[in-house]
């Protein structure tokens, strides 16, 4: 199928992606063709969906089952105070029609199970997790790789996050699968080990840092520039202001 032209409009919009070499009309066109779905309308997923929204991306999901609540907007920056009692969903919806009325945003106030996850995830092309509990990290990772969707996974805590990229269906330069998060994390540590951010606390720009990198993660994996997190695991450490880089492999 030919990719639809871009209008006046959208060239003036996107002027500075489509002077970049590297992304250029014909990945500005990618861009507009994308369906990206994004899980959790939260701290991570708040810039994720705004800066995919603002780059020109035609088509995001937002999953999230919950409320805006007051305790919310210290990092949930896609939501206001007007927004408190609204479904996270169609707040997120009534952000991003502010931000760029080109792009289309299909709403799904639910939560993700092993059950649901497969036949949405199969609608779209990639897929962001912002989520913030294990059994939607597994059950979103595990319907990725049955369906074949790149994901771009990321997780914070107090001052810390950490972002990569999962194509466990696809091998590397090596020949070798890809690994899973199944091979970065083969089980979720029991309950109550791992503080909630209610427990913890949590820096509110700290998931703008890795909402962005998630976000830059995605427009790589859309136009196909630069080399993804593939087997890398990207860390932050907001109080030394450093970040690292670790690399895994799947396990024989």
Same mark, same amino acid.
């Given at each position: ?8 409009? &959208? ?10 070499? &590297?992304? +250029? ?26 800066? *995919? ?14 409320? #805006? ?10 939501? +206001? %105070?007007?927004?408190? +009692?609204? $479904?996270?969903? &169609? ?11 080109? %792009?289309? #945003?299909?709403?799904?106030?639910? @939560? ?10 199969? !609608? ?10 294990? =059994? %939607? ?18 997780? #914070? ?6 972002? %990569?990229?999962?194509?466990?269906? &696809? ?12 091979? $970065? ?7 109550? *080990?791992?503080?909630?951010?209610? =427990?913890?606390?949590? #820096?509110?720009? $700290? ?5 962005? *990198? ?12 630069? =080399?993804? $997190? ?11 202001? !450093?970040?690292?880089?670790? @690399?895994?492999?799947?396990? =024989?």
């Amino acid at each position: 199928m030919t990719p639809a032209a871009l209008t006046q409009d &959208e060239i003036e919009r996107y002027a500075r992606h489509i002077v970049l070499p &590297e992304i +250029g009309g014909a990945g500005q066109q990618k861009l507009k063709q994308a369906r990206v779905l994004v899980i959790g309308a939260g701290g991570l997923g708040a810039p994720v969906l705004e800066y *995919l929204a603002a780059a020109g991306v035609g088509t995001l999901g937002v999953v999230d089952d919950d409320t #805006v609540s007051l305790s919310n907007l210290q990092r949930q920056v896609i939501h +206001g %105070t007007n927004n408190l +009692g609204m $479904l996270k969903t &169609e707040s997120a919806k009534a952000a991003l029609a502010r931000i760029n009325p080109n %792009t289309n #945003v299909e709403t799904h106030s639910l @939560r993700l199970t092993e059950d649901n996850a497969p036949a949405l995830i199969a !609608r779209y092309d990639i897929v962001i997790d912002g989520s913030d509990n294990f =059994e %939607t990290r597994y059950a979103v990772a595990d319907a990725c790789a049955r369906e074949k969707r790149p994901l771009v996974h990321a997780a #914070v805590g107090r001052f810390d996050g950490s972002v %990569t990229v999962l194509k466990p269906f &696809e091998v590397g330069k090596d020949g070798k699968p890809n690994p899973s998060y199944r091979d $970065l994390f083969p089980e979720a540590p029991p309950p109550g *080990l791992v503080p909630s951010c209610a =427990e913890a606390g949590m #820096v509110g720009a $700290l998931t703008g840092v890795i909402g962005t *990198l998630q976000a830059m993660e995605a427009i790589k994996l859309i136009t196909g520039i630069g =080399e993804p $997190l593939v087997g890398r695991l990207l860390l932050y450490d907001a109080l030394a202001a !450093r970040f690292d880089t670790i @690399r895994y492999k799947a396990r =024989e």
